[in-house]
């Protein structure tokens, strides 16, 4: 199992920045993937950044060149640096590991940590 505890959320005033982190602990080898999703009231979870084993990156088009995932594999850790927020990224935020063990796709959910961005 792996575990995975976020941090980092909170109110902000449209333009301001925050940082999330994710620290991940338990059995966290062969981890292929971690990623940040979100969830706004009344509309699905989408993936906003995700961060490959390899070190590639991928981001949502509506955060691209304002949110930046990043991670410090000696503390198990991926942050998600979100700069110039706007009020639509107001949602839940939910840190993601995702790895194939025998073929089978596992993912693995934070308990989320709630993103408020006033206008």
């Known amino acids: 199992q792996v575990q995975l505890v976020e941090s980092g959320g909170g109110l902000v005033q449209a333009g301001g920045s925050l940082r999330l982190s994710c620290a991940a602990s338990?059995?966290?080898?062969?981890?292929?993937?971690m990623g940040w999703y979100r969830q706004a009231p009344g509309k699905q979870r989408e993936l906003v950044a995700a961060?490959?084993?390899?070190?590639?990156?991928n981001y949502a088009d509506s955060v691209k060149g304002r949110f930046t995932i990043s991670r410090d594999n000696t503390k198990n850790t991926v942050y998600l640096q979100m700069n110039s927020l706007k009020p639509e990224d107001t949602a839940v935020y939910y840190c993601?590991?995702?790895?194939?063990?025998?073929?089978?796709?596992?993912?693995?959910w934070g308990q989320g940590t709630q993103v408020t961005v006033s206008s």
């Open positions: 993601n590991a995702h790895r194939v063990i025998a073929g089978l796709p596992l993912d693995y």
């Open positions: 338990g059995i966290i080898f062969r981890i292929n993937a």
């Open positions: 961060i490959i084993s390899g070190g590639s990156t």
